[in-house]
Structure formats: structure tokens, C-alpha cells
């Protein structure tokens, strides 16, 4: 890979993991997004993975006070392992550009939704969701993260109008991702697509990771529950935006 074109993959990932380090998500969605000009999504999602798991293990553990563990037991985690599945197998044929394109539309039109409600909303407080669509939108989420290992925009919106505080939506979202990133990890190696050349991108991402996820963590601390839920629509719309691009 050229200088410039490592350069570019490094900021860009740097990038997502101060967002995942703030947030409890993004790390791949937004390396996808940002580093599609450098790499096909195929490269980098296996390059990626292993660190992504280490930045949500690390929050997991070190915020597992926080933990919506019922929530996640017996709402969130049954109903994204439905979707997974799916998604791994659409993974493996599938039209790349048109399903950026298709995650980028349903990110940003999500986000857009988000900031509406805020601005009618005391407080940055979202309005509940009716439980047939909080549980469509998690087995959604199941599907895209399988699809792209991208974080689960879909779980995130719905966790985003649970009302939990910013502590127990990112150490969720994060043991979430653990649980799934390692099924999705396992999936990798055994169709191939770890190897020496994704060991090296990841031996590179390494650092991106540990400087990311320390600027998000300082972030993370700073923002009050508002400024948080904020944060939440602007990645989703960031995000949706780029792979909207990428995918044209």
C-alpha cells in the first residue's frame, strides 16, 4: 500500500475509534465509510475487526458496572442474533456498493429522524418507540452487523430511545458488539479471510485504535446526557453520508 494511501487509512481510522471510544459505537461503520477510497470494504473490515474487539472489550470491561444486563439478556442480544445469521450470509455475495449505498440512506434518514425529536424534546430526550418497531429495528441491526460489522446502526437508534443514561448505552452497545464481533471474527478465519496481509493492516491500526480510544474516552467523560444523544444522530448522519458517496 502507498504512503499516502496508509496515511489516509490511519486518520480515518483514527477517527472512528474516538467516536467508538466516546459513543460504545462506529469503529467500523465509520472506518468503512471513510476508508472506502483506499481499500474494498472486504479488506478492511478483516484488517479492522480484531481491534474493534479490543476497543469494546476494554470499555465492556472497564464499564461493566454500567451494564443494562437484563435489557440486553432478553430484549437486545435475542433479537440481533436473529438478523446475524442473515447478514453473514448476505455478506458473502452480495453487490458491496448497493448495500453502502442502502446502509448509507437508512443511517443518515435514521439520524435525521433522531434530530427532529430532539428539537421538540426537553432535554435531547427521545420519545420511546412502539415495542414492534424497537424489536424490527434490533433484529435490522443483527442483519447489519453482519452485513458490515458496522456497529448495528439500527440497535443504536433503538438503544437510543431506551432512556438509559450515557454509561450504560455505550458499556450495552459495547459487550454487544463482543459477543457478535467474535461470532463474526471466528466467520473471517474460517472463509479465509484473515490471513498475514490482514494481520499486517491490523499490526498499523493498532496504534489509530489506542490513540482513538483515548481522546474518546476523555470525550465520552466530558459530554453530558444531551450533548451525547447529539453525538449519537451526528455520527449516524456522518456516517450515512459517506457511504451514500462511497456507494455511488
Not at 472506502?36 to 479490543?54: E, F, N
Request: hydrophobic share 55%; with cysteine.
Amino acid at each position: 500500500m502507498p504512503d499516502a494511501d496508509l496515511i489516509a487509512l490511519l486518520a480515518a481510522v483514527t477517527l472512528a475509534y474516538t467516536a467508538a471510544g466516546a459513543l460504545g459505537f462506529g469503529a467500523n461503520v465509520l472506518s468503512v465509510a471513510l476508508a472506502a477510497h483506499v481499500l474494498p470494504v472486504d479488506r478492511i473490515l478483516p484488517a479492522i475487526l480484531p481491534t474493534s474487539l479490543m476497543l469494546s472489550g476494554w470499555i465492556a470491561w472497564r464499564q461493566r458496572s454500567h451494564l443494562a444486563g437484563r435489557l440486553l439478556g432478553q430484549e437486545i442480544l435475542p433479537l440481533a442474533a436473529l438478523g446475524f445469521p442473515v447478514g453473514l450470509l448476505v455478506f458473502e455475495g452480495a453487490d458491496t456498493a448497493w448495500l453502502q449505498r442502502g446502509l448509507g440512506a437508512v443511517l443518515a434518514g435514521l439520524a435525521l429522524l433522531g434530530l427532529v425529536a430532539a428539537r421538540s424534546a426537553a432535554g435531547g430526550e427521545r420519545p420511546p418507540l412502539p415495542r414492534a418497531a424497537t424489536r424490527a429495528l434490533l433484529v435490522g441491526g443483527g442483519f447489519i452487523q453482519g452485513l458490515f460489522a458496522s456497529g448495528g446502526p439500527l440497535v443504536v437508534y433503538a438503544l437510543s430511545r431506551r432512556g438509559l443514561d450515557k454509561g450504560a448505552f455505550r458499556a450495552t452497545l459495547c459487550v454487544l458488539w463482543v459477543l457478535l464481533n467474535s461470532v463474526l471474527l471466528v466467520s473471517y478465519g474460517l472463509n479465509g479471510r484473515l490471513g498475514a496481509q490482514s494481520a499486517q493492516l491490523t499490526a498499523w491500526v493498532v496504534p489509530a485504535m489506542v490513540i482513538g480510544l483515548a481522546v474518546g474516552q476523555r470525550l465520552h467523560d466530558r459530554m453530558d446526557g444531551a450533548a451525547f444523544r447529539l453525538a449519537i444522530d451526528a455520527v449516524l448522519l456522518l456516517s450515512g453520508v459517506v457511504l451514500v458517496l462511497r456507494g455511488g
